[in-house]
């Protein structure tokens, strides 16, 4: 009788542990109301110093500044065609943000922020990522007939570009290694992963994907050495060593990835996916990836930002009434 009832405790604990194992690692803290703002989100960018959140809004043709103590729309950067990239700069408290409709990336300072400056690129100029050691920032832009695919160069200290780098189709996501200075480009259209090197400027591998295409959002894990690729055709994650460009594996998600971040800290990988989800992994130290579970948030909401700091992660959700969802990552 005993050894039943013991059988059967250790059953209980077995079965609770695996659901909080599967259980899904984001819980809502608050919904941000936009007033005024509609339309889709593109990408966010975070200022440590003062606390803010900057969106692209996309479909509102701004960027909207939100002092995160009060929860409240601060300034609304206006006149652009369609913000999609933003990259804060502590050093300079600068803001870039790239216009993939008027074809260039402006530069805000100030405060509050004002144009500064505006460095011309193409059409669809898009995501970006900030080296911090060379304090150059790398932005895609291009892919139509009319105007080549490239990987723009800056120098944010003297607001010009260095170069542009040639790359087969649209850059989608960009993604830095930092202890190796390299940047991983996604290059969506083509199916491949671009790597450039940093100290030279120039394309140091082209790395294949054959288990699925439409990549379109990456992120690094500098410990592990690997790179995460979410793709959308079909829905899935693909998991990249980070020297050879090797597929070690991939994993199902939701449809629509368009954005992913990697928690160093908590060794946890989020898709958010436009269906409405944010699928939640988990990597150890075999480099195995494993899936934690799902969070649902809304049709639609497809981009967002991880600020490891705050121990949040900020969902942008679209529509008549805009709004950003924040969830806790403990």
């Known amino acids: 009788m005993e050894t039943n009832i013991v059988a059967a405790f250790l059953l209980w604990l077995g079965f609770f542990s695996a659901q909080a194992q599967t259980a899904p690692s984001l819980t809502l803290q608050r919904t941000l109301a936009l007033p005024g703002v509609t339309g889709k989100f593109d990408h966010f960018a975070y200022d440590s110093v003062g606390n803010r959140l900057f969106a692209a809004a996309a479909g509102n043709h701004s960027v909207e500044v939100i002092d995160l103590s009060s929860g409240k729309v601060v300034e609304s950067l206006t006149g652009l065609g369609k913000p999609h990239g933003l990259a804060w700069i502590?050093?300079?408290?600068?803001?870039?943000?790239?216009?993939?409709?008027?074809?260039?990336?402006?530069?805000?300072?100030?405060?509050?922020?004002?144009?500064?400056k505006s460095i011309a690129l193409s059409d669809d100029a898009d995501d970006m990522v900030y080296d911090a050691k060379t304090k150059l920032l790398y932005v895609g832009h291009g892919g139509s007939p009319a105007h080549?695919?490239?990987?723009?160069?800056?120098?944010?200290?003297?607001?010009?570009?260095?170069?542009?780098?040639?790359?087969?189709?649209?850059?989608?996501?960009?993604?830095?290694?930092?202890?190796?200075?390299?940047?991983?480009?996604?290059?969506?259209?083509?199916?491949?992963?671009?790597?450039?090197?940093?100290?030279?400027?120039?394309?140091?591998?082209?790395?294949?994907l054959t288990r699925a295409k439409d990549n379109v959002p990456l992120a690094y894990d500098d410990e592990h050495q690997v790179l995460?690729?979410?793709?959308?055709?079909?829905?899935?994650?693909?998991?990249?060593?980070?020297?050879?460009?090797?597929?070690?594996?991939?994993?199902?998600?939701?449809?629509?990835?368009?954005?992913?971040?990697?928690?160093?800290?908590?060794?946890?990988?989020?898709?958010?996916?436009?269906?409405?989800?944010?699928?939640?992994?988990?990597?150890d130290g075999s480099k195995k990836v494993r899936a934690l579970g799902v969070t649902h948030t809304s049709a639609g909401a497809k981009t967002g930002l991880l600020v490891p700091s705050q121990q949040a992660l900020y969902v942008g959700v679209p529509g008549e009434q805009a709004a950003i969802m924040v969830y806790t990552t403990r």
């Open 228 to 283: 995460f690729v979410a793709c959308r055709t079909p829905a899935r994650l693909l998991v990249l060593d980070g020297k050879s460009g090797q597929e070690l594996a991939d994993l199902p998600t939701d449809a629509g990835a368009d954005d992913i971040f990697y928690d160093a800290e908590l060794h946890r990988i989020y898709l958010i996916a436009g269906g409405g989800a944010v699928d939640v992994f988990e990597i």
């Open 148 to 208: 080549p695919a490239m990987i723009a160069v800056v120098d944010t200290t003297n607001q010009t570009l260095v170069t542009n780098l040639p790359v087969a189709t649209h850059p989608e996501g960009l993604e830095i290694d930092q202890a190796n200075d390299r940047i991983f480009v996604n290059i969506a259209d083509a199916a491949e992963v671009a790597v450039i090197d940093g100290a030279t400027h120039t394309r140091s591998a082209t790395w294949k």
């Open 90 to 116: 502590g050093e300079t408290r600068r803001l870039f943000a790239s216009d993939g409709v008027q074809g260039d990336l402006k530069i805000y300072d100030g405060a509050p922020l004002k144009p500064l």
